[in-house]
């Protein structure tokens, strides 16, 4: 990586994240010249890949691709990351609305008709998603409607017994990383249609967003990308002030390197692009929105055992439960590797109220759920770890940004509208698999071509 004190490059790029890196890569292969500066010591951004033990990478950012993750698939095969499948053989474990732990066999002989609720929902739900533009979600027929009220507000309206509308918070807490009450109705269907319907969103098997890990790690996709470019990227140097023309730009960070080009692609997350100063400052409608974008609140912890006991007593390692601490868990054992390794999600309020008391007493909160769903071997683990992403600085938390009420139809068109030379990306501003990877590579390769367009 270089480190000099003035920079002239064709674009710049603030943030060395997933989006940031193929917007740069794209630029190179159009002929421009980038630097991308980065404001951690690393790269890779929400994507952080830790070996724990010898051979036993945990992921404490992004673990999984899904199958319609093709810019992903892709990538991961350019750059020589192998995948393999998520362990998906055996009973889930649920304990839900008073009902204790329970086999999924028992779970849904017992529930049958909250299921079946539920999956009317989810049809209901992949029905009005298919009216909603990705492109301009504020466009859509029913869109003020929808963006006045909260999806808790929907979903409270459709009559639901509490398993079937325990259910829906739970999964959909897992994904927006924040209590339904806080959602707009509008930005969860937004959130569905951009990765096609609920089953591609929900589902583990099958389709899903969790079926495919990376050998290595996650990191070894940003990683390897980081290395392609390695001459392009500046690290520990946070952007503080971008000063813009109608055809430059001066970008200022701090430690006082300074890099100057014709454009520049802020690829970081909303709320953190509205911390930059500009010069002349952005239109009202660019930072009003940026004050209404709050990132999630999710962690992961990581419990290693000497081998995945609950394997041998048929759990497939999922649980779903609204006691305790975690609302969800997998198996996250490594392939010829013979630890045990369990990841338990912490999300929403969960994350809030968990992620704030010290490490033991949440470590203490996480052991009794998983000694409740798998035993007493669950108390022992070899080791444990896990990962607060609101007190990472350059972070603030994931796993994106939340559109709350009114948010969509009042300022929707200036999340991704380009400010004279400055342009937008990163993946919460992605129209495809927005708030993932896919949705990364999306928003990166989005504002490369719009910048490409420009400049030649
Ligand atoms: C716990 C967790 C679990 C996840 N699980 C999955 C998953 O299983 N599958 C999936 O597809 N996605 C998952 N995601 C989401 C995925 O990680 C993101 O969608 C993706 O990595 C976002 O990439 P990005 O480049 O858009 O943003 P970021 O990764 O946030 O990159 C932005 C970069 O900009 C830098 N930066 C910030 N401010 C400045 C500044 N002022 N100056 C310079 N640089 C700055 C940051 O340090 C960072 O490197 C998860 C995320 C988290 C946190």
Redesign the pocket.
Known sequence: MVQPSTIEADVIV????????IAARKLLEAGLTPVV????E???????TQEVLPGVPV???????GDT?ER?FRLAAELGVETFPQYDEGATSYELVGSGVLRENEFHARFESELRELELVLRRLDVLADDVPVESPWSAPRAVEWDAITAGAWYDAQGLSPVARTLLEICTVGILAVPTAEVSFLHLLFTIKTCGVTSELFAESEGG??TTRFIGG?SEIPNRLAALISDRIVLD????LIEHSADSVTVH?RGGLVARGRRVIV???PT?AG??MYDPPLPGIRDQLTQRLPNGS???AFFIYDEPFWRNDGFNGQLISDVGPARMSNDTCIPGDDHGVILLFLEGDQARTYGRLPENERREALTAELVRHYGGRAANPEFYVD?E?SERQ??RG???ANHGPHVWTTYGPALTRPVGVIHW????TATY?S??????VD??ERAAAAVIAELS
């Open positions: 603030v943030g060395a994240g997933l989006s940031g890196m500066l980065e404001a951690d690393r790269v890779g951004g929400r994507i952080l992921e404490l950012g992004a673990q999984w691709i993750h992903m967003a969790q996650t140097v946070p952007v503080q960070c690829a970081i997350s953190l911390r930059i999710a962690m992961k990962g992403w350059w972070t994931c796993y994106n990306a990163s993946t919460d698999w708030a993932y990877m896919e949705g990364a928003a990166g």
